[in-house]
């Protein structure tokens, strides 16, 4: 029959997303899996019980899908739906494999119990920015529909119109819009943006993106930084020093006073968002003009950001959205599913779930393995100290 793959109903509140979806059940079939599935697990996504049905999965409830699988795909587990472990954690047994977006860097805690219990664990927001990984970068899948919802919120929330429109009433101006941060989330903004008509322009410390951001059609901001160690190997913006960002707020000032919706997407894995945009550069905005802060999750860009909330703030309407990706259901479960699913794929071996840390994406997204947390950076979130890496290949059923 294959190794036993489960799929069950986010339990995160407000998570309307899916891990797998039923167009990826034969490939997953192909690669020597049987997928058991919660029933209802893609209702709010779009995807009915009868669906997964048709393609060969078998429904169950809860208890039977962790029951009957030795590897679970979930969207949330560990620190990134730390409610989940009170309930979840009990279903879990030795030898069982969990892969999903985890949180180990800002919330390591669960992964202590993950490991006690002999838990094998992967984070997909681990996953390397390498060409062989490309196919299960979830992170970049997910950001990319978090722009795009972005752009939405600041076209709908903006009291102007995004494109030049010439009418018999007169011509209506475009409006500006700068999105700062040209990582996925931020370049997805842009194109967004421009399609819907607005005048866009691009802001990032890393100076390798200027290409990227007016590919797209928009005019890239200069400011005058020392911007060369602003991007780590990994191809990730770089947390840069508190005077660094001190004079990056000086000069960026004028340039948001200028715009009228301004998207922010900056973030370090791991940390706190910078504060880009202050409370003093907000009250320099026009009446009326929008931010969106892609960053609340992290504790938002701008100072003023209220996560989950829209506040006004000297007539600016500031939006710290969350969870952006579970707003379009449909499709961020589609990606995910195919991020996942390709990832677990590489990890089967004729039938079997095979951890060989020589490979880079393996140990890269490895966690918790044969009862230790075994990432290096986990392990010093968790005040652990640091183990000999293993090399030999071993294989998890």
Request: neutral net charge; hydrophobic residues 45%.
């Given at each position: 029959?294959?190794?036993?793959?489960?799929?069950v109903?986010?339990?995160?509140?407000?998570e309307?997303?899916?891990?797998?979806?039923?167009?990826?059940?034969?490939?997953?079939?192909?690669?020597?899996?049987?997928?058991?599935?919660?029933?209802g697990a893609?209702?709010?996504?779009?995807?009915p019980d009868i669906?997964?049905?048709?393609r060969?999965?078998?429904?169950?409830?809860?208890?039977?899908?962790f029951?009957?699988?030795?590897?679970?795909?979930q969207?949330?587990?560990?620190?990134?739906n730390?409610?989940a472990?009170?309930?979840d954690?009990?279903?879990?047994?030795?030898?069982?494999?969990?892969?999903g977006?985890?949180?180990?860097?800002?919330?390591?805690?669960?992964?202590?119990?993950?490991?006690a219990?002999?838990?094998?664990?992967?984070?997909m927001?681990?996953?390397?920015?390498?060409?062989?990984?490309?196919?299960?970068?979830?992170l970049?899948?997910?950001?990319?529909i978090?722009?795009?919802?972005?752009?939405?919120l600041?076209?709908?929330?903006?009291?102007?119109m995004?494109?030049m429109?010439?009418?018999?009433a007169?011509t209506v101006?475009?409006?500006?819009?700068?999105?700062?941060?040209?990582g996925v989330?931020?370049?997805?903004?842009?194109?967004?943006?421009?399609?819907l008509?607005?005048?866009v322009?691009g802001?990032d410390?890393?100076?390798?993106?200027?290409?990227q951001?007016?590919?797209l059609g928009?005019r890239?901001?200069?400011?005058?930084?020392?911007?060369?160690t602003?991007q780590?190997?990994s191809g990730y913006?770089k947390a840069?020093?508190?005077e660094?960002?001190?004079?990056?707020r000086?000069l960026?000032?004028?340039v948001?006073?200028?715009?009228?919706a301004?998207i922010?997407t900056?973030a370090?894995?791991?940390?706190?968002?910078?504060?880009?945009?202050t409370?003093?550069?907000?009250?320099?905005?026009?009446?009326?003009?929008?931010?969106?802060?892609?960053a609340?999750?992290?504790?938002?860009?701008?100072e003023?950001t209220?996560p989950?909330?829209?506040?006004?703030?000297?007539?600016?309407?500031i939006l710290?959205?969350?969870n952006?990706?579970s707003?379009?259901?449909?499709?961020?479960?589609?990606?995910?599913?195919r991020?996942?699913?390709?990832?677990l794929?590489?990890?089967?071996r004729t039938?079997?779930?095979?951890?060989?840390?020589?490979?880079?994406?393996?140990?890269?997204?490895?966690?918790?393995?044969q009862?230790?947390?075994?990432?290096?950076?986990?392990?010093?979130?968790?005040?652990l100290?640091?183990?000999?890496?293993?090399t030999?290949?071993?294989?998890?059923?």
């Amino acid at each position: 029959m294959g190794i036993g793959v489960g799929v069950v109903k986010e339990s995160f509140p407000g998570e309307r997303r899916v891990a797998v979806v039923p167009l990826s059940l034969p490939a997953l079939a192909k690669a020597g899996a049987q997928v058991f599935f919660e029933r209802g697990a893609g209702m709010e996504a779009g995807f009915p019980d009868i669906e997964y049905e048709q393609r060969g999965a078998r429904p169950g409830s809860r208890d039977e899908v962790f029951a009957s699988a030795g590897v679970l795909l979930q969207v949330r587990t560990a620190g990134a739906n730390p409610e989940a472990p009170a309930s979840d954690l009990p279903r879990l047994r030795s030898g069982h494999t969990i892969l999903g977006f985890g949180e180990p860097l800002s919330v390591p805690g669960p992964y202590r119990d993950l490991a006690a219990r002999g838990v094998t664990a992967f984070a997909m927001e681990l996953m390397p920015r390498i060409t062989r990984a490309q196919s299960m970068d979830a992170l970049s899948s997910m950001a990319t529909i978090a722009g795009y919802k972005a752009a939405l919120l600041a076209a709908n929330a903006l009291p102007r119109m995004f494109p030049m429109l010439m009418t018999a009433a007169g011509t209506v101006a475009p409006a500006r819009v700068l999105v700062i941060g040209a990582g996925v989330a931020g370049l997805q903004a842009i194109a967004t943006a421009r399609r819907l008509g607005a005048v866009v322009s691009g802001y990032d410390i890393r100076p390798t993106v200027k290409e990227q951001i007016e590919s797209l059609g928009a005019r890239f901001i200069t400011l005058e930084l020392e911007t060369g160690t602003a991007q780590e190997q990994s191809g990730y913006a770089k947390a840069m020093g508190d005077e660094f960002y001190r004079r990056q707020r000086e000069l960026m000032g004028d340039v948001i006073a200028n715009h009228d919706a301004v998207i922010t997407t900056a973030a370090v894995p791991g940390q706190k968002a910078p504060i880009l945009v202050t409370g003093e550069m907000v009250a320099r905005m026009q009446p009326g003009s929008v931010i969106v802060d892609v960053a609340a999750e992290r504790g938002g860009n701008c100072e003023l950001t209220r996560p989950g909330r829209t506040v006004v703030e000297h007539a600016v309407s500031i939006l710290g959205p969350l969870n952006l990706p579970s707003s379009v259901p449909y499709h961020a479960s589609q990606m995910y599913s195919r991020n996942i699913s390709t990832f677990l794929a590489h990890l089967l071996r004729t039938g079997s779930l095979v951890v060989d840390d020589s490979d880079e994406i393996t140990r890269e997204t490895l966690i918790a393995y044969q009862g230790e947390v075994v990432h290096p950076r986990v392990r010093q979130a968790l005040g652990l100290p640091q183990i000999a890496a293993e090399t030999a290949a071993r294989p998890t059923r």
